[in-house]
């Protein structure tokens, strides 16, 4: 039997009922056979577009490399999820040491878009009320607890609150990203590029592009609650 090595959402046995369970199951298949490394190329088969519509946030285990090939992500309207998360975020485990994660990356090729639609109302002032989650859900990228990652070469558009998002994050390299926020809807609050947390070191950060008001990079030394 051929070991499968370039494994994407695209394939047959991999199509779910949403594109997020179809991306889902090709990281979940990566990982088991070891190969730890999926491509989302632009074209999506089961929706025949090109684009991939992410109602729930792709959970990414340790080593896990997600090539972005061209691809335009975008959230659905009224989800409040990230499009890329750690796995072990938001659990009991991921708060410990031995939860940390280790080796994820995001690694754009080419025009790469991971973009949070339309708004969907959730902020900072009003989280935890009128049925909102943590705004840490708002983050297009959010790693908590993690080391030795990559996100490179992407373009945020339509930001929700912060493109990338880290918490107790270590030894990563954020590079060549450009943002964008909502043009019909100036002045929305909280709006950035970065977001540094407690817990973060050794961070190599290079080229941030933004041609809009949002701010750039945010530091917080005190600690937010991800729940």
């Known amino acids: 039997e051929m070991i499968r090595l370039d494994i994407t959402p695209n394939d047959a046995d991999l199509i779910g009922k949403n594109d997020s369970q179809s991306i889902q199951n090709a990281v979940d298949l990566a990982a088991k056979l070891g190969v730890n490394k999926i491509t989302i190329p632009r074209y999506n088969k089961r929706s025949d577009s090109m684009e991939w519509i992410i109602t729930e946030a792709i959970k990414l285990p340790s080593y896990m490399v997600v090539v972005l090939d061209n691809c335009h992500l975008t959230l659905s309207r009224g989800s409040s999820c990230n499009i890329f998360v750690n796995s072990a975020c938001f659990t009991q485990e991921g708060r410990t040491l031995d939860g940390e994660q280790i080796g994820i990356k995001l690694l754009g090729e080419g025009n790469v878009i991971l973009d949070g639609g339309e708004h969907n109302g959730l902020m900072e002032r009003n989280q935890h009320q009128f049925g909102f989650p943590s705004i840490w859900n708002n983050a297009l990228v959010l790693f908590h607890n993690v080391k030795d990652f990559v996100v490179e070469n992407i373009h945020f558009a339509h930001l929700r609150w912060k493109a990338v998002a880290l ?53 917080r030394a005190s600690q937010d609650d991800l729940t």
């Open 167 to 219: 918490m107790y994050a270590r030894h990563g390299r954020i590079q060549n990203l450009s943002f964008m926020e909502y043009e019909n809807q100036p002045g929305l609050p909280d709006l950035g590029c970065l977001y540094i947390c407690l817990g973060c070191n050794n961070l190599f950060i290079q080229d941030l592009n933004t041609k809009s008001s949002v701010s750039g990079i945010t530091l």
